[in-house]
Every structure is written in C-alpha cells, then in structure tokens.
C-alpha cells in the first residue's frame, strides 16, 4: 500500500544546555504539567524525561536533558553525559538554553557537541533578569559565530507568552509524520518516576549546599489499595541513599523535622499529580562510594 500523506506533524526536539540554565523549567513550562523536577542545584535532573505536546496538527516531544557535566569524571557523570550526547544526535531540533545575561565557558563546552546538520535553536532564557539588555547583543554574536543557530529567541520560561511563541518558531523545524504518541499524553513516564523525583527534588530544595549531589532515591513498595473513602489509595516507600553518616544526619534534622517536611511537600504534591490520596515513607540509608559504582549507579534507573 501506498504510504498515506498525512497533515500531522510530529518530532523530537531535545532541550540541553548547561546546569541551572531553565531546561527543565522550560520543558515543564511547554507541556503544562510538571514532569521534570527544578532547583536552584546543579545535577538535579538526572535522566532524560521526554514531555509531550500536542497542539493542532503538530505534536512535539520534548527531551529534557541532565546539564552537561564537566568538572568530575564519576560513573555517574559519565551516565549523566551520556544521556546528553544521545539525546543531541536523534532529534529534529534542538533548544540550546542559556541564561541570556551570563554566558560562560560552560555553555561553549556544551555549543561544541551540537551537530552542525540539526537545526538549532538559541533561546536565551531568564530574559526577566536581565536588566542591561544592549550587553545582549555582542554575547549573541559570539554564540553565533561558534555555531550557526537557525533562530535566536529571548525568552523568560516563566513568562507564559513566551513559552506559547516558543511553539511557532518551533513547528516549521518538525517533520510531516504521524504522532507518536496519543493527543492527550504528556510523557512516557510510569507514575512510580515522579515519585522517586519528587523526592528528590524536595531534598534538593530543602537540604543547603553542605548536602552533596551524590544522593540518589530508590522506590521500594509501591502498592495501590482499594479504599471506601478514596477513589485511588497509594502506599509508597521510598529510600534515600548517601555516601556518608554526616549526610544522613543532615537529610533527617533536629528530631526528624526536615526529613518530616521532606516527606509532607513530597506527599502533597504526588497526591495532586497523582490524584490519589499517598502514604509515603521515607528511609535513609547510606551506602557509600555509590556514584562511583557502575551497578548502584545503573540500579537507580540511571542507563
Ligand atoms: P536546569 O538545571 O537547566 O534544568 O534548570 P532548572 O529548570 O532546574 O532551573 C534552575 C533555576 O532557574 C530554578 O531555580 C528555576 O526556578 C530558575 N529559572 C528557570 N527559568 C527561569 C526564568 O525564566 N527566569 C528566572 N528568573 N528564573 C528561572
Ligand atoms: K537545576
Ligand atoms: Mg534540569
């Protein structure tokens, strides 16, 4: 049979750029839910999540990335990378994110991976901070002339108007293929993943800086029960591991208080995602050297 021509569109557009530049805020932004976690920490996001989009005839599947990790070459950096480099050579376009006042040698290290037959997208984002605004255009210049960018778009990821024009400078790059995912999908994620994110997210908000990244949470028990009260009853429990005793003691606070509020933020939001009532558990366990360990790393669900 000859092959249908068909109206829809639909490709994958990977979102990289440094740490902490607004990927996963961005990526969440364009789908409009949260699938990927965000804080002010670098290393928060640790797989490559994929947000789905579908607007009329055009459906985008996003791929969020972890930052591209330069400084330490640990079995999880290299995991962390490698979902980068993979993510960059698929796809029919990609967002190169970075903070439009401060651009570093950091986003060259990354400029450098791109393929030069990908079309890309500059998006100088956290527009909404930058306050000498002509500072903008020679740094613009010098991105350009490292790779040569398809568009530039200044951009706040907060600003929900920008976020919606992201979507027109986007579709013309897609090609003319049926969707791959159903209309309403919003990514190919179990529910079981944003719980373990979750998690980790509130640890990441709530712990300060003396907490290293190399903290990883593993779901244990994942049980749905049946409840006269409530229309969808989850138990979950969850593990937390670090590397040292010290780290433990942080995680859990002065009489268990932040590990408590660790667990309540997590709760309370899964339950909105999820909407269902949660019980979440959490332990603490520590298990040291386990970023530097290729089977631990693997066995968090890193590839
Ligand atoms: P990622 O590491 O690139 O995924 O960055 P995140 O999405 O985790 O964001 C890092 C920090 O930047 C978070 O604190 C975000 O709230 C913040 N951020 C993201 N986008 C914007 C933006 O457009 N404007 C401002 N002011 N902050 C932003
Ligand atoms: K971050
Ligand atoms: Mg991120």
Not at 218 to 246: G, H, L, N, Q
Request: charge should be positive; hydrophobic fraction near 40%; include cysteine.
């Amino acid at each position: 049979p000859v092959a249908e021509a068909t109206t829809q569109r639909c490709g994958l557009v990977a979102i990289v750029g440094k740490p902490n530049v607004g990927k996963s805020t961005l990526l969440n932004a364009l789908v409009g839910q949260k699938i990927s976690i965000t804080s002010a920490k670098a290393q928060t996001t640790r797989h490559r999540i994929t947000g789905v989009r579908t607007i009329g005839e055009t459906q985008y599947v996003f791929a969020d990335t972890p930052g591209f990790q330069t400084r330490h070459s640990t079995a999880l950096n290299r995991s962390l990378n490698k979902a980068v480099t993979g993510a960059i050579a698929d796809v029919d376009l990609v967002l190169f994110v970075v903070e439009a006042g401060n651009f570093t040698l950091g986003d060259a290290k990354v400029l450098a991976l791109l393929k030069p037959d990908i079309p890309a997208i500059l998006v100088a984002n956290k527009l909404d901070v930058v306050h000498r605004r002509a500072e903008l255009a020679p740094r613009l210049r010098d991105m350009q002339q490292r790779h040569p960018f398809a568009e530039f778009v200044p951009m706040s990821a907060r600003n929900a108007k920008d976020v919606d024009r992201l979507f027109g400078v986007c579709e013309k790059y897609l090609p003319h293929q049926p969707w791959m995912y159903g209309e309403d999908e919003l990514t190919d994620r179990s529910e079981k993943f944003p719980a373990s994110e979750m998690v980790r997210e509130k640890l990441f908000r709530l712990t300060g800086d003396e907490l290293p990244y190399t903290s990883a949470v593993a779901i244990e028990k994942w049980e749905e029960e049946p409840s006269p009260k409530f229309k969808r009853m989850v138990r979950i429990a969850a593990t937390i591991v670090v590397e040292r005793e010290s780290h433990k003691a942080m995680i859990i606070g002065e009489g268990g208080e932040k590990l408590k509020r660790i667990g309540t933020e997590a709760r309370t939001e899964l339950e909105r995602l999820m909407d269902a009532k949660v019980f979440l558990q959490i332990f603490v366990k520590v298990r040291s050297g386990w970023a530097d360990d290729e089977a631990r790393v693997r066995s968090f669900g890193y590839e």
